[in-house]
């Protein structure tokens, strides 16, 4: 396939909506839409970006340690989720970007924020959910097979990108 940078040839309107895009923030990372929109324009990796204000890991008072906390003026995060399509992955109900993206990630978009700007550039944070419920069972059918399918049913509700394509993360 011809490509550039890997990436497939791109329609004029893809080509209106990038310029367009790169005339209102100027190559700038000022609000948090130009820092996801910076992101998945340069990283065809990441598949979603999701800048929170005002929020990040500030030193603790332990030597070493940080703190999270969602009340800290001047800290940027940037969360990434990975393209699923072109990756496999592990545990495909947590897809984590590499480490090594991660940290290109910050080093492209530190050149583009204001020096007062502290970035922080992290995968989420995933939290596992756990039910518990009763369930009653025909005597006529195998308990065992139903449950594992129940199971299966329930995780592909609670996570559909996992099982189908088409559904968005």
């Known amino acids: 396939f011809q490509s550039f940078g890997g990436r497939m040839p791109e329609a004029a309107s893809q080509f209106y909506t990038r310029v367009s895009e790169r005339l209102r923030h100027k190559q700038r990372a000022i609000t948090a839409l130009d820092y996801e929109k910076i992101v998945l324009e340069q990283f065809p990796a990441v598949y979603k970006a999701k800048c929170i204000n005002h929020t990040g890991h500030i030193p603790a008072n332990t030597p070493g340690l940080t703190r999270y906390s969602e009340t800290a003026p001047g800290y940027v995060t940037v969360v990434t989720i990975p393209d699923l399509r072109t990756h496999t992955y592990k545990n495909i109900l947590k897809p984590y970007t590499s480490i090594g993206l991660l940290s290109n990630i910050k080093t492209f978009l530190s050149k583009l924020t204001s020096p007062f700007v502290k970035l922080h550039v992290i995968n989420p944070n995933f939290e596992e959910v756990q ?31 996992a099982y189908d394509e088409r559904s968005d993360i």
């Open 131 to 161: 039910f518990e419920f009763d369930v009653k069972m025909h005597p006529e059918y195998d308990e065992s097979f139903y449950v594992k399918q129940l199971s299966l049913d329930i995780e592909k509700f609670l996570c559909p990108w």
